[in-house]
């Protein structure tokens, strides 16, 4: 049986995404959550949250270190940023939060 890792941190991600265009914005998604699990140093989860104002993805690291590293990463910043781009309806709101207890 495997044993889930904790997150010590999320990365929260909402983005405005048309009703017409999420079917393509959560394909980046498939595409990018393997590789950022296996490559992202300290990642530990990854899922896509979908409600009908908008699209979130939370991510899960060992740390708030960890999260704030791959913000500035080469798979964000030139893969899923430039695919996810043409999607945005308005900037993406980025919030980093710590887990207590």
């Given at each position: 049986?495997?044993?889930?890792?904790?997150?010590?941190?999320f990365l929260?991600?909402?983005?405005?995404?048309?009703?017409?265009?999420?079917?393509?914005?959560?394909?980046?998604?498939?595409k990018?959550?393997?590789?950022?699990?296996?490559?992202?140093?300290g990642?530990?989860?990854?899922?896509?949250?979908?409600?009908?104002?908008?699209?979130q993805v939370?991510?899960?690291?060992?740390?708030?270190a960890?999260?704030?590293?791959?913000?500035?990463?080469?798979?964000?910043?030139?893969?899923?940023?430039?695919?996810?781009?043409?999607?945005?309806?308005?900037?993406?709101e980025?919030?980093?939060?710590?887990?207590?207890?």
């Amino acid at each position: 049986m495997a044993t889930e890792k904790k997150a010590g941190a999320f990365l929260e991600i909402t983005m405005k995404v048309s009703e017409k265009d999420r079917a393509a914005a959560a394909g980046v998604y498939t595409k990018y959550r393997q590789p950022f699990l296996d490559t992202i140093a300290g990642a530990v989860s990854k899922q896509l949250l979908v409600r009908e104002d908008d699209v979130q993805v939370l991510h899960g690291f060992a740390s708030i270190a960890e999260a704030e590293g791959y913000l500035k990463s080469d798979l964000f910043n030139q893969d899923v940023v430039v695919e996810l781009k043409p999607f945005f309806q308005a900037a993406p709101e980025i919030g980093i939060y710590s887990v207590v207890g």
